[in-house]
């Protein structure tokens, strides 16, 4: 799981800037109007400048790595601010950046909330911010008082719609690798299921074997299920384990931090569960009676940073996608869309603002600047535009500067 998350991808985000970068640089020309023909117009692609990265501990190295290589190939300074809670990935990163990076040019801060509220105190030229919505605000307010343009990658609950009509023991394994990756501890994993009463009896069996079929008889004892990050977060997940009723799971072991694959069947909207990002290997399940109800469920909240949807029936799918909002959506999978580079990664609403991933890293880390270079010569051409004004001055700019409308538009 590491090695995928960790290195692959970013390794897959350096290469794909590196085979594109020249490209991506480049002025951009641009479309002219009549009386602009002889002229240059473009968009230059230049620096913001010296930019602050605040990444999170769930995935310490692409969360910090991936900003980092869009800042570094929009011609960016940056300062890097590693989560002080995973501390030696934090400390690998202080310690080896500067081996790497010229230190005039980017620097590692270290340490937790009071240096990460001195930081924010100073003028960037833009912020990119990966963590949770409270935090969120507070980066943009800090920001704000700068008018400094800012990224939140955030988090939220991301539902996952599992129609009557799918393959049962797919959805499955599909749900439970992507729930129990990094120990759940993933912001896209889906943080609950809506589906039947009939569906759930018939995804109990399937998850049960899902998970044995990953982590064996008996999880705690497999080398491929993770643990929780910090004492802290493992006691606010064993306070979840209360809702609904434990169907699957439910083991823990407070001295290693470990708390098995649990599904949580019959919870109701009102449970703890069903309050906050759970961000941990518990998979509530809520029960609703068809898929209008769990479209109306979904609406009814904060729009996610991700939103899945099950069903053979790809109308059903698309249904979903049609009548919600989410910051993306993947159906009949969960996690892998964030593995695409050319799609952009990001959320709306409450669980984010702005996009990155390939081009548009880059993108969010580059001004794009409208440039227009005329010709100093051919002076007659700007004569309509120049007081006094007549109506054959008008007639001459509305010809020349006017937009025309091509075909109809139906109101349906």
């Not at 390794?11 to 009549?34: F, G, R, S």
């Not at 799971?249 to 470990?258: F, H, I, K, P, V």
């Amino acid at each position: 799981e590491a090695f995928f998350s960790e290195i692959l991808l970013c390794k897959n985000e350096l290469n794909v800037t590196l085979n594109n970068l020249c490209h991506w640089m480049k002025d951009e020309h641009v479309d002219k109007n009549l009386v602009m023909q002889l002229d240059s117009a473009f968009i230059r692609k230049d620096p913001y400048g010296v930019v602050l990265i605040i990444a999170p501990w769930n995935y310490p190295i692409h969360l910090f790595l991936v900003p980092l290589i869009g800042a570094i190939a929009a011609g960016n300074c940056a300062i890097i601010k590693p989560s002080e809670i995973s501390k030696n990935t934090e400390r690998l990163v202080a310690e080896t950046l500067s081996c790497y990076l010229d230190t005039d040019c980017f620097a590692v801060v270290t340490g937790g909330v009071p240096e990460t509220t001195r930081l924010l105190e100073n003028k960037f030229d833009y912020i990119f911010f990966t963590g949770i919505p409270p935090v969120g605000r507070i980066v943009m307010t800090a920001a704000a008082k700068h008018l400094t343009p800012v990224t939140l990658e955030l988090g939220g609950k991301n539902p996952c719609y599992v129609s009557d009509t799918c393959d049962v023991t797919n959805v499955a394994r599909r749900v439970a690798w992507g729930r129990f990756f990094n120990a759940g501890q993933t912001c896209i994993a889906p943080d609950y299921l809506l589906c039947t009463i009939e569906m759930q009896e018939k995804l109990m069996p399937a998850l049960r074997e899902a998970i044995t079929e990953f982590f064996g008889p008996n999880p705690r004892e497999s080398p491929d299920f993770g643990r929780i990050v910090s004492d802290k977060q493992f006691r606010r997940l064993r306070a979840l384990l209360g809702s609904g009723r434990v169907a699957l799971g439910g083991q823990t072991d407070e001295a290693e931090r470990y708390i098995a694959p649990t599904v949580l069947a019959d919870v109701q909207p009102s449970d703890p569960a069903m309050q906050e990002e759970i961000f941990g290997p518990i998979l509530p399940i809520v029960v609703i009676a068809n898929m209008d109800e769990a479209i109306d469920f979904i609406n009814a909240r904060p729009r996610p940073l991700a939103l899945y949807a099950f069903s053979c029936d790809s109308k059903i799918v698309n249904q979903v996608l049609e009548r919600t909002s989410s910051g993306g959506f993947c159906g009949n999978d969960t996690l892998m869309h964030v593995t695409l580079t050319s799609l952009p990664f990001g959320g709306i609403g409450n669980s984010g603002l702005g996009k990155y991933h390939g081009k548009f890293t880059f993108d969010t880390f580059t001004h794009h600047r409208g440039c227009l270079h005329r010709n100093m010569g051919l002076e007659t051409l700007n004569a309509p535009r120049y007081p006094p004004y007549t109506q054959q001055k008008l007639g001459l700019l509305t010809t020349t500067f006017e937009v025309k409308r091509r075909g109809t538009c139906t109101l349906l």
